[in-house]
């Protein structure tokens, strides 16, 4: 069976301009909150609004993960660009609660609809030596809407009165993907995969693998830390007194493009357990360190975590990619966004719990232990894998 000559292949470049898109389109959402003030919502209804889209995608993959391969991945593909136009013209044109809500749900199913197609197609477009390079290309493709698109808000004085319209733009960007479809893909990227579902049986095959299992549960700690950081730095930085605290996360985030654009080729010459380790172990530390911040300090501890960051996000990726067997990749890479989602639920939620309760040097020193499990968990996938650890 013929492989890729390269990464840079047809059908990845094709694919990953896909994923820009519909990131892109997620990456609106940042100034939903403006939009739904001059609608006038309350903040306490509008925060249940901009998590339904989460809640949604979190509920849906679990089902869904099972049911796409080879032979279904294009109807999905259709399906979940269908529902995602169809909701995000629906939410640029309504104003009620309940029909605000209903639309994010919608948002929420088809946006995973699509991006679990997307990732079931593009990991046999992956040569099995380049499968760091290659996850890092796709998390900086995904990462880069989210520093471009606040940007061109701000640039193009797009007021929130107007996000209505910005929506109704978006609706028919979201056809794209079902519109590409009529492009032809190289006939490699069909035949690695059997063309029946793995279905239930398949996904719990793979989780009765321990390389496997543990991994999903280094990412889901992994991003419990990571999303309660994101939502809660600021709030820290600003009661410390820290000027301009937003820019702990632009720090961060030039970092990781920087790591993903400069040392993308190190991820497949050494051994991407070992590396992944080394990033969370920087996270780690970051987390210990930040009650005990201030001025400089707190934008150095900004870079190292963007270092961690860049280095951990990509690499867990890479490993499940490369510990499972060519016909559950797509399925386990999606059971790996299944877990990010929750650590996206599980983060903020229990985060809030200690910050009421103990305060930050509390919330802090547990997401550094809790990234330390995450830590553990990783060394514990080179351990249990079945592919020699000089190809991990």
């Not at 000559?5 to 940042?30: D, E, H, K, M, Y």
Request: aromatic share 12%.
């Amino acid at each position: 069976m013929a492989k890729p000559a390269s990464l840079f292949s047809f059908g990845f470049l094709t694919l990953n301009l896909q994923f820009a898109l519909v990131t892109a389109i997620a990456a609106l959402f940042f100034a939903f909150s403006g939009y739904l003030v001059h609608l006038g919502v309350s903040p306490a209804t509008a925060g249940f609004i901009i998590s339904a889209d989460a809640l949604a995608a979190l509920v849906v993959q679990p089902l869904i993960t099972p049911l796409i391969h080879s032979g279904t991945v294009r109807y999905w593909l259709c399906g979940g660009s269908l529902l995602l136009s169809a909701a995000l013209f629906m939410i640029g044109n309504v104003t009620s609660v309940p029909l605000l809500v209903a639309g994010r749900l919608l948002q929420g199913a088809g946006f995973i609809c699509v991006l679990a197609s997307l990732i079931t197609m593009i990991v046999r477009f992956i040569p099995p030596d380049m499968s760091g390079r290659a996850f890092g290309w796709v998390s900086l493709i995904r990462l880069i809407p989210y520093a471009i698109i606040p940007s061109f808000f701000d640039l193009m004085k797009i007021a929130p009165s107007s996000f209505g319209a910005v929506l109704n733009i978006a609706a028919l960007a979201a056809l794209v993907p079902a519109l590409a479809l009529a492009l032809p893909l190289p006939r490699q990227a069909v035949d690695q995969e059997s063309p029946r579902p793995p279905g239930l049986s398949g996904m719990l095959d793979s989780l009765r693998s321990p390389a496997v299992l543990m991994l999903l549960l280094s990412t889901l700690l992994f991003f419990c830390s990571y999303s309660a950081i994101f939502f809660y730095l600021k709030q820290f930085g600003t009661g410390r007194g820290i000027t301009n605290s937003s820019l702990f996360f632009t720090i961060a985030t030039v970092v990781m493009i920087i790591v993903r654009l400069c040392g993308g080729w190190l991820f497949d010459r050494y051994s991407k357990v070992l590396m992944c380790v080394a990033g969370l172990l920087a996270a780690a530390v970051c987390y210990a360190l930040l009650p005990l911040s201030s001025g400089r300090m707190f934008f150095i501890l900004a870079g190292l975590s963007g270092l961690g960051w860049g280095i951990a996000m990509p690499l867990q990726a890479a490993v499940m990619f490369d510990i499972s067997t060519p016909q559950s990749r797509g399925m386990n890479q999606n059971l790996l966004i299944v877990m990010m989602q929750g650590g996206f639920f599980l983060g903020p939620f229990l985060g809030g719990q200690l910050i009421s309760g103990s305060g930050f040097g509390a919330l802090f020193g547990c997401l550094a232990a809790v990234t330390f499990a995450a830590l553990f968990m990783m060394a514990g996938v080179g351990y249990y894998s079945s592919t020699p650890p000089s190809s991990i």
